[in-house]
């Protein structure tokens, strides 16, 4: 009777038990509707006779290069960074399940035997058999913090919330991984491609070499020709090892950021492949839709959401914390005696812990919480605001890049004709050689500006997908924990 009453009781009372501390509201932040440089794609593209690339979950399929996309898939499954993220979040997603817990009761079982006997002098006058003493006992214990007050639903708010921002980390991790192997490989293309252009040149120069020294040996030029036109060829073969030294350098952090040593992609990536094609189109969509998709935003939303929730988790420390403890068992002096109903033992408790007369240092933790989560929202509010000026500054340059990388093209091309045209007219006798070296040196330069301007506008579009960062959550291994809220 008395149990069956105070289970009514303690239903009755954690019926109407409530949640201390504030609830978390989303906070309302007021974007533009669009980016302010949304066009500058657009006209890109208009410019070039090109669409602007399309957001996709696995943007990296839409550059065409399945070199680049078996690079961003085994980063994916074995980048240790992303093994290192990936164990934050099964801790967290751990502690989650143990704050779980305590929301009911903790039972344990034990049991104890023994056999004691007290000395002569102990117990004076006293036989042997009388000094002996036995003793069995087994019982089960149960211990229940009644949340009347929200303490502990609090504490699994708070938990649940940075398991999510954990997820979120993730998340943000491997946008960050896949858009350094994306640009590196780009990077990579690029310089194979100015290396590929030095050697050309290089080509090139060497036959106004021999030209001018066959001149020079029939009498019809001087040493001094031939000197300048020797030194332009050094000139540009002492670009070639600078460039197969960065070459080399973007082989080993591809590798590294596959998960395998500096060496293991030499012979994979060392012949020359042309730049990744750009996508199809691009539409970078509203400032609502990015903070919806970028989980660096997430993240910090979710912290916002723990801090918030530890607020209430200390405001419960200013009312009293109720605990219910029970024991049922038994006691005897022989194994064979115990679990029988005169060995029954039990008991029933209902403690009260309450620490108003601790007020201070309670208030204390409490005003701690507020500041930390206050401390989150101007985080937050930051965070929103970074990545808005990370996207408008990657439309800015992705928009400026294409338009820039048309002048380039076309420079190249005149410059290249120019070159070949200047050769023509030095060996018909009609332009003297400083002609010719001048046009093979802009060639030189327009052709190795292309390059490197090409290079720009593909890792313009690398930073345009990073900064949308869309459709990451698939690629996130939740677990049933955090998704069931």
């Known amino acids: 009777m008395v149990i069956r009453t105070l289970a009514l009781g303690v239903a009755a009372a954690l019926l109407a038990a409530c949640a201390v501390g504030p ?12 980016f302010a440089h949304a066009g500058e794609t657009t006209a890109a593209a208009e ?17 065409n290069d399945p070199m680049l996309t078996q690079l961003v898939e085994e980063s994916l499954s074995a980048n240790h960074d992303l093994r290192i993220a990936l164990s934050r979040y099964d801790r967290a997603n751990a502690l989650l399940r143990g704050a779980k817990f305590d929301r009911f009761p903790t039972i344990t079982a034990s049991a104890n035997g023994q056999d004691a006997r007290s000395s002569s002098d102990q117990m004076p006058g006293v036989d042997r058999a009388g000094r002996d003493n036995e ?3 087994a019982a089960a214990n149960v211990s229940w913090e009644l949340d009347l007050f929200g303490r502990v639903r609090r504490n699994v708010e708070a938990q649940r919330a940075d398991t999510w921002a954990s997820a979120a980390d993730l998340q943000a991790l491997q946008v960050s ?37 066959a001149r020079f040996d029939a009498g019809r030029d001087s040493e001094f020709d031939t000197s300048r036109a020797r030194a332009q060829l050094e000139a540009t073969l002492s670009r070639v090892p600078a460039l197969e030294a960065q070459v080399a350098v973007a082989m080993h952090r591809l590798a590294v950021l596959t998960g395998r040593t500096p060496d293991a992609l030499i012979a994979q990536l060392d012949t020359q492949q042309a730049l990744p094609t750009l996508p199809a189109r691009l539409d970078a969509g509203t400032p609502g839709d990015l903070l919806r998709r970028r989980p660096d935003v997430a993240a910090a939303e979710h912290r916002l959401h723990a801090s918030t929730a530890r607020i209430g988790v ?24 115990l679990f029988e109903r005169a060995s029954e033992t039990r008991l029933v408790a209902l403690g009260i812990d309450w ?13 701690a919480s507020d500041a930390d989560a206050a401390g989150e929202l101007a985080r937050y509010q930051q965070t929103v605001l970074l990545a808005l000026e990370d996207t408008e500054n990657a439309l800015v340059r992705y928009g400026r890049a294409r338009v820039e990388d048309g002048h380039l093209e076309r420079a ?13 007219r030095y060996e018909a006798g009609a332009a003297d050689l400083l002609e010719v070296l001048d046009a093979e040196r802009t060639q030189l330069q327009a052709q190795d500006a292309f390059a490197d301007g090409r290079t720009r506008s593909v890792n313009g579009a690398v930073a345009l997908y990073k900064a949308l960062a869309g459709g990451w959550s698939s690629r996130t291994p939740l677990r049933e924990d955090v998704a069931s809220r």
């Not at 100015?194 to 030209?211: F, M, S, Y």
């Not at 190249?412 to 023509?424: C, E, M």
């Open 23 to 34: 609830d978390y509201v989303r906070p309302t932040l007021a974007t533009p509707e669009g």
């Open 47 to 63: 410019a070039d006779g090109t669409a602007v690339p399309e957001t996709d979950a696995e943007f990296w399929r839409a550059f």
């Open 135 to 137: 003793s069995y006992s």
């Open 177 to 213: 991984i896949v858009g350094e192997v994306a640009s590196t490989y780009v990077d990579l293309r690029g310089l194979q491609e100015r290396l590929r252009v030095a050697r050309g040149n290089a080509d090139n120069q060497r036959e106004t070499l021999r030209l001018v020294q």
């Open 314 to 337: 200390a405001t419960a420390d200013l009312f009293p914390r109720f605990t219910l403890g029970g024991l049922i068992g038994s006691q005897a002096v022989d194994t064979s005696a």
């Open 355 to 367: 620490s108003f007369l601790d007020i201070g240092r309670v208030r204390a933790r409490i005003a």
């Open 412 to 424: 190249a091309i005149d410059s290249s004709r120019a070159a070949q045209l200047a050769r023509v």
